[in-house]
């Protein structure tokens, strides 16, 4: 048995979940949150207990320093040494990393070099790379992108309609993200449905406060809603989703709003399904607001499920057809409302969902026997996918 991470590091975050490889166990799981605010909070549950601390965490570095010497003190693990693998998940592998890989020196200098791609998680993510990398030097240390998955998209889904160069020379096309969980639930489905991925047409919807949908062809990403950065796409919980670009300068006068970083600060944090609502950028208190009549609350829902309905059709018109869709994520996995609404409105292509079946928060096949099209439900597991990649390398 070996012990392996999977590490999600974000700007202020830093999740974690130990496992024993190749068995899948979880051995331990949890998170720093508030790194560099005060009143940070370290949790760690393991063998049904939950343990928890508050106190001031100033960087990454301090975080990992707390989660090896709880690790210890629980006797979760002996000895640092036992630690032999680390899966990081990346944001951003732009153009150059079209698979998971091994970090070296070389590795971590792109990632970092790939921060204008993702600045709030490349850097965070390096540098939480070199913190452990010399805590555990004797770790087999792997990169997990958001965006490796999508390598397979073909230019003709992957370019804009801009000049050329705008690509050659400054590599400026869709990348996706979520490429992780999109693999995993494609995968899942397939084996749900005893059948090889080759084989399918899938389309992923994603569906948490970032939210992408994916069309998987035989097992490869085709096309994807998250575009140059995860900003495009469906309308998310503070994200706008597409737009017409035109409404920026027109927006920037109105506003009076003397930068352009003001105006994309509006449409990743104001906007989406916060913005329509004016209650939340959480779908349950949407959901709830909706029921009690609030009327724009039900038209962030309404406009929410439109989004992912006109991407299923998009992505069934892409791969020519369409085998299983599959529902993930927070509102994905947990709403058998807004599964039942987007998948009732489109009906005419020919996926019924099973009322029934549909009353569930786990791994389930949720349409009717004589559904043409396949729907289920499959709780994402990137952690798990992270360290499969860890012994997939080795
Ligand atoms: P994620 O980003 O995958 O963690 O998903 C977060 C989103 O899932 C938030 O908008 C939550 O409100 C939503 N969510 C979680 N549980 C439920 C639920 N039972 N019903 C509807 N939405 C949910």
Redesign the pocket.
């Known amino acids: 048995m070996s012990k392996t991470f999977a590490i999600n590091a974000g700007s202020s975050s830093l999740k974690f979940q130990l496992y024993a490889m190749p068995e899948e166990e979880i051995l331990a799981k949890g998170a720093v949150e508030r790194i560099g605010l005060n009143d940070s909070i370290f949790t760690l549950k393991f063998n049904g207990e939950k343990f928890e601390l508050v106190e001031d965490i100033p960087n990454h570095k301090r975080a990992v320093e707390i989660l090896f010497e709880q690790l210890e003190a629980n006797h979760i693990v002996n000895d640092l040494s036992e630690i032999t693998g680390v899966g990081h998940r990346v944001a951003a592998g732009g153009e150059i990393f079209k698979d998971s890989t091994v970090i070296n020196e070389e590795v971590i200098e792109q990632i970092e070099a790939l921060g204008d791609f993702a600045p709030l998680h490349n850097p965070a993510e390096a540098e939480v790379i070199r913190i452990m990398k010399e805590k555990l030097p004797q770790a087999h240390m792997v990169a997990v992108f958001d965006t490796s998955f999508h390598k397979t998209l073909p230019p003709v889904n992957f370019l804009y309609s801009l000049p050329y160069e705008y690509y050659t020379d400054f590599s400026v096309r869709k990348y996706g993200a979520h490429g992780t969980s999109h693999r995993y639930v494609s995968r899942r489905a397939a084996e749900m449905l005893g059948k090889n991925v080759e084989d399918l047409k899938i389309i992923t919807c994603?569906?948490?406060?970032?939210?992408s949908i994916t069309a998987v062809d035989g097992g490869k990403s085709v096309d994807t809603s998250m575009g140059f950065t995860p900003l495009a796409g469906v309308q998310m919980?503070t994200r706008s989703g597409d737009i017409d670009v035109s409404i920026l300068p027109f927006l920037m006068d109105k506003l009076n709003l003397k930068s352009i970083d003001e105006m994309i600060n509006i449409l990743n944090k104001k906007s989406g399904?916060l913005g329509i609502s004016g209650v939340?950028?959480?779908?349950?208190?949407?959901?709830e607001a909706a029921a009690e009549g609030n009327e724009r609350a039900q038209l962030a829902l309404d406009m929410f499920n439109n989004r992912v309905q006109k991407y299923i059709g998009e992505y069934i018109a892409v791969m020519n057809g369409v085998d299983a869709i599959v529902f993930?994520?927070?509102?994905?996995?947990?709403?058998p409302?807004?599964r039942a609404a987007i998948m009732d409105g489109i009906s005419w292509f020919g996926g019924t969902i099973d009322s029934e079946k549909n009353q569930t928060?786990d791994e389930a096949i949720i349409s009717t026997d004589d559904s043409k099209i396949a729907i289920l439900n499959i709780p994402?597991d990137e952690e798990v996918e992270i360290a499969r990649d860890v012994e997939r390398l080795k």
Not at 206 to 211: D, E
Not at 280 to 287: I, K
């Open positions: 994603h569906l948490g406060n970032g939210a919980g399904t939340s950028s959480d779908m349950r208190n949407v959901e993930t994520a927070g509102i994905g996995e947990n709403s409302e807004t928060r994402t």
